[in-house]
T-cell receptor, first 115, second 113 residues
Framework: AQKITQTQPGMFVQEKEAVTLDCTYD???????LFWYKQPSSGEMIFLIYQGSYDEQNATEGRYSLNFQKARKSANLVISASQLGDSAMYFC????????????FGAGTQVVVTP | DAGVTQSPTHLIKTRGQQVTLRCSPKSGHDTVSWYQQALGQGPQFIFQYYEEEERQRGNFPDRFSGHQFPNYSSELNVNALLLGDSALYLC????????????FGAGSRLTVL
């Protein structure tokens, strides 16, 4: 069964605008972590933001924020003030309890930022 | 401070051959995980090494094997290559104070003809 679902295969966003990337997840664990990674065309996965299942506040890292709705099992990424360099694939991932190195990734969302 | 280093960056093999990919972890990291990313898909977990032992394994056949050395570097070996093994192979490391987050290398792109 798919653990991580990203329903938006691709998005266009204008420079300086905000964009929301959707992510829903499926787990029966009480303790888990949610991650967002960015993958430019170079291939390297770049860590953006992390949310623990017990964290009461939404995580923020600079222009990135994670809209965590635990009851809905969603962990949407919001990128504020988009820049041309934000053009990349974005992956949502989950780590379940006792799976230290194992992340389960979604299929990704391709973001293209236009001038 | 060097991040995760992978080699080679690109390689081409033919069906039935064997391949070895290498990963040097970020300084201070002692746990290495390997992922396979087929074109247009998210990465899939292959296995994880810690203290020179395989600790977790994903849904991959025994043709995929690995090793971790005392200096924490790691190798991924794939035997009897199939066309479907063509993918980007990513190494991710973790450990120390940042154990929560995996740091990825730029990957090794394998093409099987």
């Amino acid at each position: 069964a798919q653990k991580i679902t990203q329903t938006q295969p691709g998005m266009f966003v204008q420079e300086k605008e905000a964009v929301t990337l959707d992510c829903t997840y499926d787990t029966s664990d009480q303790s888990y972590g949610l991650f967002w990674y960015k993958q430019p065309s170079s291939g390297e996965m770049i860590f953006l933001i992390y949310q623990g299942s017990y964290d009461e506040q939404n995580a923020t890292e600079g222009r990135y924020s994670l809209n965590f709705q635990k009851a809905r099992k969603s962990a949407n990424l919001v990128i504020s003030a988009s820049q041309l360099g934000d053009s990349a694939m974005y992956f949502c991932a989950m780590r379940e309890v006792d799976s230290w190195g194992k992340l389960q990734f979604g299929a990704g969302t391709q973001v293209v930022v236009t001038p | 401070d060097a991040g995760v280093t992978q080699s080679p960056t690109h390689l081409i093999k033919t069906r039935g051959q064997q391949v070895t990919l290498r990963c040097s972890p970020k300084s201070g990291h002692d746990t290495v995980s390997w992922y396979q990313q087929a074109l247009g898909q998210g990465p899939q977990f292959i296995f994880q090494y810690y203290e020179e032992e395989e600790r977790q394994r994903g849904n991959f056949p025994d043709r995929f094997s690995g090793h971790q050395f005392p200096n924490y570097s790691s190798e991924l070996n794939v035997n009897a290559l199939l066309l479907g093994d063509s993918a980007l192979y990513l190494c991710a490391t973790t450990g120390g104070s940042g154990a929560n987050v995996l740091t990825f290398g730029a990957g090794s792109r394998l093409t099987v003809l």
